[in-house]
């Protein structure tokens, strides 16, 4: 696996994803561990804007040549923002997955404090996914 | 669950940094350090090198390998002289498909059934029942010891022949030659594939099997040549609308549903499946393999519904689908009524409970092109 380092200042999913929070908003993303899982993205199944999501729920799909895989969002929120730069080139998660690759932007939820404690932050992901990819 | 079998080129998957999965009970690589999409890319514009160790081989010998085989298989074997492979579906008495398989034959009575890696004990067992019909003739199953790789692509031809003193422009297209030595070693070579390229398939013993892979290795260096995984061969089978076991085809689909009448030879005599299948020929399908295109956002996958135009009917399902690497197109084989199964006709795929809407277009997707008549 690529040397890409998971960031100090997002929190992760036992799902791989991961959220930056800033204020009240966040943007949403695929781990690089997620990405080398999946292999070549060929294809994103975004959310809506506008939509309302809770922790854990499906916000999105993101295939590969080979495999479909649902996306759980981190935290409840409404989204505001998706990454059109992803339908036309999704393999944009593959290159930059916790930078240009991000997924979609949003709104917290008055539950977010209590979601983004559920959450890793990086040291705790980084063991999490250096064990999930020894099996 | 039991540990997967290894090919005897496992050692070689590791080294070249191949992402090794449990493919039906075998060790084997989903891809390489290149990806799929590349791997495919090049195989079409370069060359790909392919382990299939895992296939089987039941070599056919003794008083009347030509009457037994002829027997299980539906295309015309007859017609093969010593060098020939013929392609042929194997079905039971209902016309649905046992197997799709290849019959080399090497001597004058002497005959190579390469059949596909997930249904050797099947096969195994479904010939022997119809061997016991030919006494005299015999059967022996060398798929443990036999290993098979597969150089394919436009470059092909001259890193092969790079490796070995016979004359490969020699071997047509779906022809064998017996006996190539090939970087010193001993091999059966065919012009066959499952990528829609030229290219070769190289039979050795096991123990042969990591020199000739490193020998071709090194030889398609300066023309690009990459190892390929299983992903890409997936892709480039499917690109030219070749047909999978288990996707394409199965008990329940006949070869005429299929869209391989032509490998069906109703005049060669009597043949299992015989009766159905003249039956089937006679009363009109009802179900055919089309290709179709996604013209709304989505990729059809393995068994997703196809919908009527309206998306209200399910009226049938997707055999295969990918996203296509040569092609940049969202792609699948479906079986549909045969009343709908024309091209521009409009369809829907059910993704994720939606919807999504479809086109039936033209089979194969892919077709090479063929500069010189080789």
Redo the contacts between chains.
């Keep these: 696996m690529s040397a890409v380092s998971f960031p100090k200042d997002f929190k992760y999913t036992k799902t791989h994803e991961w959220i930056k929070v800033t204020g009240k908003t966040a943007r949403v993303g695929l781990t690089n561990y997620a990405q080398d899982q999946l ?2 993205v ?2 994103v ?1 975004m959310p809506e804007v506008g939509r309302t999501v809770k922790a854990g729920d499906i916000f999105g ?1 993101v ?4 495999a ?1 895989s649902d996306s759980y969002s981190p935290a409840g929120g409404k989204v505001t923002k998706v990454n059109d730069k992803l ?1 036309d080139s999704p393999e944009l998660i593959n290159q930059d997955p916790h930078g240009e690759g991000w997924l979609f932007e949003m709104e917290l939820g008055d539950q977010a404090e209590a979601d983004l404690a559920n959450l890793m932050d990086q040291p705790a992901y980084e063991r999490f996914q250096a064990e999930a990819g020894e099996h | 669950m039991a540990e997967p079998r290894k090919t005897p080129l496992y050692a070689m998957h590791i080294k070249y940094g191949g992402k090794v999965i449990d493919f039906g009970g075998w060790a084997l690589p ?2 390489y350090g290149a ?3 590349q791997e495919h890319r090049t195989t079409r514009e370069k060359a790909g090198l392919f382990d299939v160790s895992h296939m089987g081989e039941f070599r056919v010998t003794g008083q009347d390998p030509l009457g037994f085989i002829q027997r299980f298989t539906v295309n015309d074997i007859a017609k093969g002289a010593i060098g020939r492979c013929i392609y042929s579906p194997m079905c039971y008495p209902t016309g649905g498909v046992v197997d799709d398989l290849i019959v080399y034959r090497l001597g004058e009575k002497e005959y190579l059934i390469v059949v596909n890696a997930a249904n050797i004990d099947k096969d195994w067992a479904w010939m022997s029942e119809v061997l016991k019909g030919f006494p005299g003739t015999n059967m022996v199953n060398e798929s443990a010891t036999t290993a098979e790789l597969a150089l394919q692509g436009p470059k092909a031809v001259a890193i092969l022949q790079s490796l070995t003193k016979t004359d490969l422009l020699d071997i047509k297209y779906y022809h064998c030659l017996d006996n190539v030595t090939v970087a010193g070693r001993k091999t059966l070579v065919s012009r066959t594939g499952y990528t829609g390229e030229d290219g070769f398939e190289v039979f050795s013993a096991p123990a042969d099997a990591e020199a000739i892979w490193e020998a071709i290795m090194a030889a398609g260096k300066p023309h690009g040549l990459i190892p390929v995984g299983l ?1 890409a061969r ?2 480039l089978r499917f690109e030219a609308c070749m047909p999978l076991y288990g996707q394409e085809l199965d008990a329940e689909r006949t070869p005429l549903e299929a869209g391989l009448g032509r490998f069906v030879s109703f005049d060669k005599g009597d043949f299992i499946g015989r009766a159905a299948l003249l039956g089937q020929n006679e009363k009109g399908l009802e179900r055919k393999l089309v290709g179709i295109e996604m013209v709304g ?3 059809p ?1 393995h068994n997703y519904r196809v919908l009527d135009a309206e998306g209200a009917e399910d009226i049938g399902y997707v055999s295969t689908g ?2 296509c ?1 040569s092609l940049e197109r ?1 792609l699948g084989l479906a079986y549909v009524p045969a009343a709908v199964a024309e091209e521009g006709r409009k369809v829907c795929v059910s993704i ?1 409970d939606k919807a999504v809407e479809a086109v039936i277009v033209k089979v194969p997707f892919y077709k090479r092109q063929r500069p010189t008549k080789a």
């Design positions: 292999g070549e060929v294809f199944e799909v295939e590969s040549v080979k479909v339908s | 989903v891809q990806g799929i999409i992903g997936d892709t956002r989505g990729i996958r990918s996203y690497p969202n994720r």
